[in-house]
């Protein structure tokens, strides 16, 4: 059983390079869900998920997903123009 992050707009897998692989048996395994969590959360990727890869079966299982430090999909709202 890996645990891994998984990019969720390209389903690449973050690797220990710190790199992005469409194998999911290149990607880094974390020991819990939760420290696959924290190190997602720091990655310059939009919305991610954290998946359970079983390679004997060729399933995945997700666990748990969020958003890391990158860009968010809405876009940032302006102040409004306050009339002189």
């Known amino acids: 059983m890996n645990i891994l992050i998984e990019n969720n707009d390209t389903l ?3 690797t220990s390079a710190g790199q992005w ?4 048996l290149g990607g880094k395994c974390y020991p819990a869900t939760r420290a696959a969590f924290r190190v ?3 990655e310059p990727i939009g919305k991610f998920n ?3 890869y079983i ?7 997700n ?5 890391g430090a990158g860009q968010s999909d809405v876009a ?5 123009d306050v009339a002189a």
């Open 12 to 14: 690449e897998y973050l």
């Open 21 to 24: 692989t469409k194998n999911p």
């Open 40 to 42: 997602a959360k720091q």
């Open 50 to 52: 954290i998946v359970c």
């Open 55 to 61: 390679p004997d079966t060729k399933q995945f299982i």
């Open 63 to 67: 666990l748990d997903h969020g958003r």
């Open 76 to 80: 940032e709202e302006k102040p409004a």
